[in-house]
């Protein structure tokens, strides 16, 4: 049989040293390590993204809050699916990525159960909008100060931030740490994934995932959301420890299937 062909995905660098951050390309990597799936990653700076994913021809999946496409990553390149129009096949949207591996990349040969169980779909695309949000509103505005920018470019992409946000300058974006604004966010974050996500574990007592033992996506869907949290809130080390140290069991859990290649 032939050996398949090594997919490519196109993920953001910070660092140095390069490693990822971002939490929908983190959700892809969880999906792709997960199927066993080859593949290897070409990292592409921050300030790059936009223009790579044009020169790659793949639309954006997302808008801006002014309707401006968001030109972002993770995109997902697998040589293996062609037709007589195309060699290959680009996907550029965090979900839909997962669905291909899922369909393309799962077996029973592999020794685990696919991440999709029966009937999931939309279901999981509904929780992902849900969990987005979530985190968007409450932890992002927290960790975005903090994130790991490479020194060389780190003054651009500040001011690309600033542009985004409609402040005057990075400093602008700041929640100072042990301030009092800071606390009531940090609290407004931790009773929002309380009421918002914690009562999903209906089956924490067996495992650390949504369906105790066996992770399925709506795991890496939030997982992706805690990579992001490690790399960029300096109180992560307290995240992990809410709600009886749910976030921590789920994230260490998710850890086998966290390989960066």
């Given at each position: 049989?032939?050996?398949?062909?090594?997919?490519?995905?196109?993920?953001?660098?910070?660092?140095?040293?390069?490693?990822?951050?971002?939490?929908?390309?983190?959700?892809?990597?969880?999906?792709?390590?997960?199927?066993?799936?080859?593949?290897?990653?070409?990292?592409?700076?921050?300030?790059?993204?936009?223009?790579?994913?044009?020169?790659?021809?793949?639309?954006?999946?997302?808008?801006?809050?002014?309707?401006?496409?968001?030109?972002?990553?993770?995109?997902?390149?697998?040589?293996?699916?062609?037709?007589?129009?195309?060699?290959?096949?680009?996907?550029?949207?965090?979900?839909?990525?997962?669905?291909?591996?899922?369909?393309?990349?799962?077996?029973?040969?592999?020794?685990?159960?696919?991440?999709?169980?029966?009937?999931t779909f939309a279901l999981h695309r509904t929780f992902n909008a849900h969990v987005d949000t979530l985190f968007?509103?409450?932890?992002?505005?927290?960790?975005?100060?903090?994130?790991?920018?490479?020194?060389?470019?780190?003054?651009?992409?500040?001011?690309?931030?600033?542009?985004?946000?409609?402040?005057?300058?990075?400093?602008?974006?700041?929640?100072?740490?042990?301030?009092?604004?800071?606390?009531?966010?940090?609290?407004?974050?931790?009773?929002?994934?309380?009421?918002?996500?914690?009562?999903?574990?209906?089956?924490?007592?067996?495992?650390?995932?949504?369906?105790?033992?066996?992770?399925?996506?709506?795991?890496?869907?939030?997982?992706?959301?805690?990579?992001?949290?490690?790399?960029?809130?300096?109180?992560?080390?307290?995240?992990r420890g809410w709600h009886g140290g749910l976030w921590g069991r789920l994230f260490d859990g998710l850890e086998?299937?966290?390989?960066?290649?």
């Amino acid at each position: 049989m032939e050996a398949p062909k090594s997919m490519t995905f196109y993920d953001i660098a910070s660092g140095p040293p390069v490693h990822p951050f971002a939490p929908n390309p983190w959700k892809a990597r969880y999906a792709l390590n997960y199927t066993k799936a080859p593949y290897r990653t070409t990292w592409v700076p921050l300030l790059d993204v936009a223009e790579t994913r044009k020169k790659l021809g793949v639309p954006a999946s997302r808008k801006h809050p002014d309707g401006t496409d968001f030109l972002t990553l993770p995109i997902l390149y697998d040589p293996s699916i062609s037709s007589p129009e195309q060699e290959g096949i680009f996907l550029g949207d965090t979900y839909d990525i997962a669905v291909h591996l899922h369909s393309h990349h799962s077996s029973p040969d592999k020794g685990r159960p696919p991440f999709f169980p029966p009937h999931t779909f939309a279901l999981h695309r509904t929780f992902n909008a849900h969990v987005d949000t979530l985190f968007s509103l409450n932890g992002a505005q927290l960790a975005l100060y903090y994130m790991p920018f490479d020194p060389a470019t780190a003054e651009a992409s500040k001011a690309e931030f600033v542009r985004r946000a409609g402040v005057v300058r990075w400093e602008d974006l700041e929640i100072p740490l042990g301030s009092e604004e800071r606390r009531e966010k940090l609290a407004a974050f931790e009773a929002a994934l309380g009421s918002g996500l914690a009562g999903w574990f209906v089956k924490r007592v067996e495992g650390p995932f949504l369906e105790g033992k066996v992770p399925m996506y709506a795991d890496m869907i939030i997982g992706g959301w805690l990579q992001m949290m490690r790399n960029c809130l300096p109180e992560w080390e307290e995240l992990r420890g809410w709600h009886g140290g749910l976030w921590g069991r789920l994230f260490d859990g998710l850890e086998e299937w966290a390989e960066v290649s």
